[in-house]
């Protein structure tokens, strides 16, 4: 995806990366653009543009919630953890995420 950001992304999936993301530790925003970008091998750079507006939406949706406190390098940072709703969700849309890429896979494959 390189400059072009999340927004190449199919419409939820960052919201869902975020989700998983969160499954795994509680974290501030840059910390889960950090991990994201990591683990994905640089592949996908998510901007504060399209972060945090997501995870704004997750907020108002219960599905994560949001506490300050003191980052790796003692500055104040908001921090996300996943609700027990939001782990629903980010399961749901993932079976639902699986669904379409096996989808996709099939039309690129059929010959």
């Known amino acids: 995806m390189g400059s072009s950001e999340a927004s190449e992304l199919l419409p939820g999936t960052l919201d869902l990366l975020i989700l998983k993301a969160l499954a795994r530790q509680p974290m501030h925003g ?11 091998e640089d592949v996908l750079q998510v901007g504060e543009s399209s972060l945090y507006p997501a995870l704004q939406r ?3 949706k219960g ?15 908001r921090f996300y953890t996943l609700t027990p709703a939001g782990r ?24």
């Open 30 to 40: 840059y910390g889960i653009a950090q991990h994201l970008r990591i683990v994905s």
């Open 58 to 60: 997750l907020l108002l």
């Open 63 to 77: 599905w994560v919630t949001a506490e300050w406190g003191a980052s790796e390098n003692n500055r104040r940072a």
């Open 88 to 111: 629903r969700q980010a399961a749901a849309e993932r079976r639902g995420f699986d669904r379409m890429v096996l989808a996709i896979n099939r039309v690129l494959d059929f010959t």
